[in-house]
């Protein structure tokens, strides 16, 4: 079946340090992916997005690569500060408009 | 620019109470979804919206209902609520094309004793 997942449930990392966090899809139909930031008591907020026809995409400190060989993407925060502290979700649209989504890594990022 | 509204932010009802829980977005986005999210897991589609005066199942709709009758808005029912239903419940709106990301409101945590 179709599942996003990820591998550590839990991340913590020094301020000022590089943060990466990892998703393994499982479709390889896939066409779209999504990298969302959790913060306590708010609702997922957008971060940054890739198109299977790319294999990286950056943003202001945030680069996600994918890579389709073994249908892996990940999310790497440069200079991680202490308000990166969150649970961060990836998803995959498995055909228009539907999305799938992991159950999210909680990062820490340590002062 | 509000985005995506929810209200309430926190319910607590009693088995067998219902209640709808209302969703608002001035993004002008065509489509709109419920989810809930549970400890431990990803966020589950309860049901979603093509667009005005359309509404369809998604992973788990069972106890639950929906109506989009105004493009904004996107309400979700639980007819008689059971304690199988206390989770957090999010909003999302996005716009009426492929790939593109969903905006999502802040949540109503809902607690069924």
């Known amino acids: 079946g179709e599942s996003v997942g990820l591998h550590l449930p839990t991340l913590s990392v020094q301020e000022g340090d590089n943060s990466i966090i990892n998703c393994a899809y499982s479709?390889?139909?896939?066409?779209?992916f999504i990298w969302y930031k959790q913060e306590s008591g708010k609702g997922p907020q957008f971060i940054i997005d890739?198109?299977?026809?790319?294999d990286k995409r950056q943003g202001q400190r945030v680069t996600v690569l994918l890579n389709k060989t073994v249908k892996h993407l990940s999310l790497q925060i440069a200079a991680t500060q202490p308000g990166d502290s969150a649970v961060y979700f990836c998803?995959?649209?498995?055909?228009?408009?539907?999305?799938?989504f992991g159950a999210g890594t909680r990062l820490f990022v340590k002062a | 620019n509000a985005g995506v509204t929810q209200t309430p932010k926190f319910r607590v009802l009693k088995t067998g109470q219902s209640m709808t829980l209302l969703c608002a977005q001035d993004?002008?986005?065509?489509?709109m979804y419920w989810y809930r999210q549970d400890p431990g897991m990803g966020l589950r589609l309860i049901h979603y919206?093509?667009?005005?005066?359309?509404?369809a199942k998604g992973e788990v709709p069972d106890g639950y209902n929906v109506s989009r009758l105004k493009k904004q808005n996107f309400l979700l029912g639980l007819e008689s609520a059971a304690p199988s239903q206390t989770s957090v419940y999010f909003c999302?709106?996005?716009?009426?094309?492929?790939?593109?990301?969903?905006?999502f409101g802040d949540g109503t945590r809902l607690s069924i004793l």
């Open positions: 999302a709106s996005s716009l009426g094309q492929e790939n593109q990301p969903q905006h």
């Open positions: 479709n390889s139909a896939s066409d779209y």
């Open positions: 890739i198109r299977s026809n790319m």
């Open positions: 998803a995959e649209n498995t055909g228009g408009f539907k999305t799938i």
């Open positions: 993004m002008n986005h065509e489509y």
């Open positions: 919206s093509v667009g005005e005066g359309t509404t």
